[in-house]
């Protein structure tokens, strides 16, 4: 059963926390270049395997003792939100554009380039921590695909305006409060046992 509760802290965290990742930056230049339909389907597909990976991961950490899962999500929450409170901007990355516009070369571009940008990423690290916190892995699962789909889709349709009208720097300092937040939770829920 999906707990939509869980659905939705998860959704915005998640949400939050990937809006200024390069990878939302990559999508709207690949969503600039190509067929948008084209390049959400291979993000799409991407972001789905990094998700099931990190609940797979989380769900294992639920079969330690609760305090130590909580240290544990403490600790790699407040480290999140370290990372976004004091990381420094980085440049454009150069995106090879495939020889053709057909579906199978720019899905497959954007498919082979969000894999690899996201593995071990932020949010797929954050995504374990929550299915651990959780022990629900279908509503973090759900939550956590549909946000990275929700910023796929902002960056390769409509990045631009969106970057316009709300400073990263601003989404950047919302995604850390939320992070540091759930990992002083955490970590007074491993404290007082």
């Given amino acids: 059963m999906i707990n939509l509760t869980v659905t939705a802290v998860v959704f915005g965290v998640v949400f939050l926390a ?3 990742d390069k990878t939302a930056l ?6 600039t270049r190509y067929r948008a339909s084209y390049v959400f ?21 639920t079969l330690l003792p609760q305090q ?6 403490g600790a ?18 150069e995106i090879r554009k495939p020889e053709d516009q057909s579906f199978w070369k720019v899905s497959g571009a954007g ?9 071990g990423d932020l949010t797929q690290i954050m995504t374990a921590n929550l299915a651990a916190r959780y022990d629900d892995p279908l509503s973090v ?7 990275l789909w929700a910023v796929a889709g902002l ?11 709300v400073p990263l720097k601003l989404i950047t300092r919302i995604a850390a409060l939320l992070m540091l937040g759930l990992g002083v939770w955490s970590v007074w829920e491993a404290v007082t046992g």
């Fill in 141 to 147: 699962g759900l939550g956590a695909v549909l946000a």
């Fill in 155 to 165: 960056g390769i349709v409509g990045g631009k305006a969106l970057m316009k009208r």
């Fill in 18 to 20: 990937e809006l200024p």
């Fill in 68 to 73: 130590l899962v909580s240290a544990i999500t």
């Fill in 41 to 61: 389907a291979g993000v799409a597909a991407a972001f789905a395997v990094h998700v099931a990976l990190a609940v797979a991961a989380g769900s294992v950490l």
């Fill in 111 to 119: 498919f082979m380039l969000i894999l690899v940008a996201e593995f």
């Fill in 26 to 31: 990559a999508g709207l230049v690949l969503g």
């Fill in 76 to 93: 790699l929450f407040l480290g999140g939100a370290a990372v976004l409170l004091f990381k420094k901007d980085d440049g454009d990355e």
